[in-house]
């Protein structure tokens, strides 16, 4: 019984072990990807500037939910390119990825879950309002 119990705990540990390597292997393989995603957070960078400058993100009268703040095109244009500019700023920081218990990562992950949330939400009215759009313009 006890030899048993001693197989049992340093299978436990091999796993312990095991899991460490393969998650260590992980990051490895993935820090490459991470200097391209910062290279993209420029580029998310660049279209929140470009949303804002040419106000790309500001909604037309016709639709429904949207179409009430088209008198103030930069409300619109001003939170989309916020979300695009916070994305970006998290991807430019995803190569600190390596120190996974850095206040960068911590501040990396924050930043995401928020714009993630809201990129999710303001998508799902956007179906809403972009079918209003069609059947207000038909």
Partial sequence: MANRLLKNEQTTKDITVDSKVILDQIVEMARLVSYFAAAMGLALISIAIA???FQ?????????????FADYPMLE??????????KGIGAILLPSL????????????AIWTITGILFTLFGALN????????????
């Fill in 56 to 68: 790309l993100f500001a909604a037309p009268p016709e639709e429904p939910i949207s179409g009430r």
């Fill in 77 to 86: 244009a001003s939170f989309i390119s916020g979300l695009y500019a916070l």
């Fill in 51 to 53: 949303g804002v400058y």
């Fill in 127 to 138: 179906y809403f309002t972009h079918i209003g759009l069609i059947v207000n313009t038909l």
């Fill in 98 to 109: 390596a120190n996974r218990e850095s206040f960068v990562v911590k501040v990396k992950g």
